[in-house]
Antibody, heavy 113, light 107 residues
Framework: QAQLVQSGAEVKKPGASVQVSCKASGYTFTQFAMHWVRQAPGQRLEWMGWIHGGSGDTKYSQRFQGRVTITRDTSATTAYMELSSLRSEDTAVYYC??????WGQGTLVTVSS | EIVMTQSPATLSVSPGERATLSCRASQSVSRNLVWYQQKPGQAPRLLIYGASTRATGIPARFSGSGSGTEFTLTISSLQSEDFAVYYCQQYDNWPRTFGQGTKVEIK
């Protein structure tokens, strides 16, 4: 069945960048879009951006414009989300999601000096 | 962007009782709305899409209704495993936006 497996937890210093990967299996990667959503402690879910698995087209939330880059490797059926210029407020669990139905397990990114 | 507002913030319900959760959009999203359930330490789980269609494997006690700006999630008879946080999310417009969640707790 369709499954998304994300990379492991990260600890980063302010100003650094982080890349989270999302390995897809059990479905045709190029036929679906992949969203990236984050959830800071005790906060609501927040949509960051989206990439179409086939075309590679992307859309980003203006809130993260310029700091977030979403890419994919179709041969590896993996999507990537890179967030730069990290600050403490970026401490959150980051999720990938195939459309609205299949979610990765989440990756905790902690930003701390 | 479309602002999604959920009410109430917390709902205290006894097992076996009915729970009604509301979600309001700041502008029409047609029927392009989903409901998720999230338990501590877990990813969200899709319950309802298209405002009223249950996702695969979701029990019939979960039902969704509404269109435009007003939506409702009803859990007809709460089971112990249903105590969780519920989020609505619109997918009519970019950026996708979520409500702040309703926590359903044991009374």
């Amino acid at each position: 069945q369709a499954q998304l497996v994300q990379s492991g937890a990260e600890v980063k210093k302010p100003g650094a960048s982080v890349q989270v990967s999302c390995k897809a299996s059990g479905y045709t990667f190029t036929q679906f879009a992949m969203h990236w959503v984050r959830q800071a402690p005790g906060q609501r879910l927040e949509w960051m951006g989206w990439i179409h698995g086939g075309s590679g087209d992307t859309k980003y939330s203006q809130r993260f414009q310029g700091r977030v880059t979403i890419t994919r490797d179709t041969s590896a059926t993996t999507a990537y989300m890179e967030l730069s210029s990290l600050r403490s407020e970026d401490t959150a669990v980051y999720y990938c999601a195939r459309g609205e139905d299949i979610w990765g397990q989440g990756t905790l990114v902690t930003v701390s000096s | 962007e479309i602002v999604m507002t959920q009410s109430p913030a917390t709902l205290s319900v006894s097992p076996g009782e009915r729970a009604t959760l509301s979600c309001r959009a700041s502008q029409s999203v047609s029927r392009n709305l989903v409901w998720y359930q999230q338990k501590p330490g877990q990813a969200p789980r899709l319950l309802i899409y298209g405002a009223s269609t249950r996702a695969t494997g979701i029990p019939a006690r979960f039902s969704g209704s509404g269109s435009g700006t007003e939506f409702t999630l009803t859990i007809s008879s709460l089971q112990s495993e249903d105590f969780a946080v519920y989020y609505c999310q619109q997918y009519d417009n970019w950026p996708r936006t979520f409500g702040q969640g309703t926590k359903v707790e044991i009374k």
